[in-house]
């Protein structure tokens, strides 16, 4: 795709109804900063389920408390997102612009997927942005990855300044790559998700739950940032 139309696609003005942000299929990929995505979330009409498209870790999809865990490859995932949009007729919101480049470099992908992911993700960054900067809301900035600098704009901290419920440390930003590498070493290691140490299977834990938080904050977000204007903070 040519860099102009991934551009246009995220700088777009957005709007999305109330109808239309009730359900909405909400998506958020997880990995290392320096490797394809090893997982994506994605919960609508509420049930969040994971689908785990690192080959390596496909041995860790096991039942999470929050919902289904299931093993696939990163191809029959977007094309069953997109299929599931189109015949149910659903908008597909991500936080930033890293869902549409991941989406982007699935094998296999043709051009007129391609467009239609450029031209349809939604992505509430910008218009999230133009909410907190129209409404003078603070939005506290948050710790990223080591090494690299604080977020100012982070769903993270978007979650905090829009009520969305308190999460521990642990569950927040800056652990996901870490803990991924971790439980796909030792995988590797010892074979499948029964024989992982208790630690191991403790971050993988933490990896899921992590992912569901940003899934269901997104909609949270999303949900306040596109309100009617009669039900938005006043100063």
């Not at 785990?52 to 995932?77: C, F, M, N």
């Not at 450029?118 to 992505?123: A, C, F, G, Y």
């Amino acid at each position: 795709m040519p860099a102009s139309s991934k551009a246009s696609s995220s700088k777009r003005s957005v709007s999305l109804s109330g109808d239309e942000v009730e359900r909405a299929i909400y998506i958020d990929f997880e990995g290392t900063a320096t490797e394809p995505a090893s997982l994506l979330g994605v919960y609508c009409d509420g049930a969040w389920e994971v689908w785990i498209i690192e080959e390596s870790l496909h041995g860790a999809a096991v039942h999470h408390k929050y919902g289904q865990v299931t093993a696939s490859d990163r191809r029959s995932v977007i094309t069953s997102l997109r299929s599931r949009a189109l015949e149910e007729q659903r908008r597909i919101v991500a936080w930033s612009d890293r869902e549409l480049q991941e989406i982007l470099k699935t094998p296999g992908i043709n051009e007129r997927e391609s467009r239609w992911w450029t031209d349809n993700l939604v992505n509430a960054l910008p218009p999230a942005k133009r909410w907190a900067n129209r409404n003078r809301v603070e939005i506290p900035v948050v710790g990223s990855s080591r090494g690299l600098r604080p977020n100012k704009w982070s769903l993270s901290g978007f979650r905090r300044a829009t009520g969305y419920r308190k999460l521990s440390s642990a569950h927040e930003i800056g652990n996901t790559a870490s803990r991924i590498r971790a439980v796909r070493e030792q995988l590797a290691k010892r074979g499948s998700y029964s024989k992982l140490t208790k630690v191991a299977k403790g971050k993988w834990t933490k990896v899921l739950t992590h992912n569901y938080h940003d899934c269901v904050g997104l909609q949270h977000v999303v949900n306040k940032i596109f309100e009617p204007e009669s039900h938005q903070p006043h100063h």
